[in-house]
């Protein structure tokens, strides 16, 4: 990889030559010049998990690791990663340095949180090992949320915790989004319920007066376990008719993956929830990269955008976004999505950090639970409105809030308000420290400016 690395061109932009990505920035949507195509890194074989360590309870996993192969050799071990991100194909590297989050981030923070160390290959072609005891503490703390600007993550030691062979999960209704906040805040402080401990806790909003939160809860034994990996669809299963109250259980491996078979709902707009479509796919197809590989071809070849056209419509504009705000805001954050975006469902998932040490470029708060709401989809747009309109609401609705939105999808600040937001003074001294001549682009750049 460093001869890889020292091979591209001083001046030529970099990027990850891997197969898979999770992003939805389509920076190749068409682009005409290949010639001004990044150049790609060689991050072919570093994508093995090098050693499950039971007794100390870690992993030392490469950078390009997905979480589906780190959980495959956890698990035999009776372990898993402290924050398993929803989408298989999520890798090691990629969850530390663009941030990532899951049902228990209430209890384990996300995913950077349980890093012991990281070997870096900086900016600069050096590879660095940060821990946040040693000289490279900063680039410790300043690597989440970097997105691969100041280097790319090649080898980490993670923290793993113990699990039981089934999840027994609780789906509760609630008819308002105050009282499903106050319910995350109360049952994230106490982690238990009616009498049963919480492990896990995100929610589905299905509609302004339909919310569910669903709880999980390790466990030894289980009287059934349901399947969604094939025929049946989890997100369908939650709602289980409108009950106030309902029970399911999972195997563990199931559990982490529920929502990676449907891309949560949104293989609904790829057809293959019609059951006809379904009963015809083969398992192996049903999962979170092949749809994002459908979805980068649409992109490129503005197939659907044509149809649109055609049916004499404006293609709609995506808004695929994660934000989190404190849970005290959370229903004002709902009040304001559901008439202004107007789209359904939202995954809802409480966080709290781990430790009272900031992470500079994602500066959250201490001791404060936050509610992550995630929405992934097309809202209809009107040649009047500026590109992004209803992006751009949601971005200033979450500063009124005084929140943050994740970057791995479009962004449309400018570059004051950005560098607030995200703290540019850190990181900047962390840009002139490990990449002074500026190889990588910057996180600006990269994420707003989309080159
Ligand atoms: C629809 C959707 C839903 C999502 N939902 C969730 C969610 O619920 N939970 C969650 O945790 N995340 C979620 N994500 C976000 C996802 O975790 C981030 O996009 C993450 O960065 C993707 O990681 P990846 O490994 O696929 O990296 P890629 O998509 O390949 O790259 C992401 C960025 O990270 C950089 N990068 C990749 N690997 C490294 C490395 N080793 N070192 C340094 N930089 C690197 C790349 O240069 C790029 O800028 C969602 C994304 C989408 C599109």
Redesign the pocket.
Request: hydrophobic letters at 35%; aromatic letters at 16%; glycine letters at 18%.
């Given at each position: 990889m460093l001869a890889s690395y020292a091979a591209i061109p001083p001046g030529a932009p970099v990027?990850?030559a891997?197969r898979?990505?999770?992003?939805?920035r389509f920076r190749d949507a068409g682009a005409r010049d290949r010639a001004r195509r990044p150049a790609g890194l060689d991050v072919g074989a570093l994508n093995r998990v090098l050693g499950v360590d039971p007794d100390a309870r870690t992993a030392e996993v490469q950078?390009?690791t997905t979480y589906e192969d780190l959980v495959a050799a956890t698990l035999p071990h009776g372990l898993m990663p402290l924050v398993v991100?929803?989408?298989k194909?999520?890798?090691l590297?990629?969850?530390v340095?663009?941030?990532?989050?899951?049902s228990s981030s209430f209890r384990n923070g996300l995913?950077h949180e349980s890093v012991r160390e990281i070997d870096v290959l900086t900016g600069a072609g050096e590879v660095v090992t940060a821990r946040p005891d040693n000289e490279h503490r900063e680039l410790f703390r300043g690597f989440p949320n970097s997105?691969?600007t100041l280097?790319?993550?090649?080898r980490l030691t993670i923290d793993l915790e113990p699990v039981k062979p089934y999840v027994h999960l609780r789906h509760l209704r609630f008819t308002g989004a105050d009282e499903a906040m106050a319910a995350f805040e109360r049952i994230c402080a106490d982690r238990r319920y009616d009498g049963e401990p919480v492990d896990f806790i995100d929610g589905t909003v299905f509609a302004p007066g339909e919310l569910y939160i669903t709880l999980a809860a390790f466990t030894d034994e289980a009287p059934w376990t349901s399947d969604y990996t094939g025929r049946r669809i989890y997100y369908r299963s939650i709602a289980n008719n409108g009950a106030a109250a309902a029970d399911d259980y999972l195997t563990v491996h199931d559990y982490l993956w529920r929502w990676d078979t449907d891309?949560f709902w949104?293989s609904k707009a790829l057809g293959v929830q019609n059951p006809l479509v379904r009963s015809v796919v083969p398992r192996r197809y049903l999962r979170s990269d092949v749809y994002r590989k459908a979805v980068a071809l649409d992109r490129r070849y503005g197939l659907s955008a044509r149809v649109a056209r055609l049916r004499g419509q404006a293609p709609p504009e995506p808004v695929?976004q994660?934000i989190e705000v404190t849970a005290d805001r959370g229903a004002e954050f709902l009040d304001f999505f559901h008439r202004e975006i107007g789209m359904a469902p939202i995954?809802m998932c409480p966080l709290r950090l781990r430790e009272p040490e900031p992470w500079p470029l994602y500066p959250l708060e201490y001791d404060r639970l936050y509610v992550n709401f995630?929405f992934?989809g097309g809202v209809p747009s009107r040649p009047d409105r500026p590109e992004g309109h209803h992006n751009r609401l949601v971005e200033a609705e979450v500063s009124r809030l005084g929140g943050h939105k994740?970057l791995?999808?479009e962004a449309f600040y400018d570059a004051e308000e950005f560098w607030r937001l995200y703290n540019g003074d850190a990181y900047w001294r962390l840009k002139r420290a490990y990449d002074p001549d500026e190889r990588l682009l910057d996180l600006y750049a990269?994420c707003v400016q989309d080159r």
């Open positions: 990027r990850l891997k898979t990505s999770n992003l939805f950078g390009m991100p929803q989408l194909t999520i890798t590297g990629g969850a340095t663009g941030l990532g989050i899951e995913p997105y691969g280097g790319y993550a090649v891309w949104c695929i994660d995954w995630g992934w994740s791995y999808s990269k």
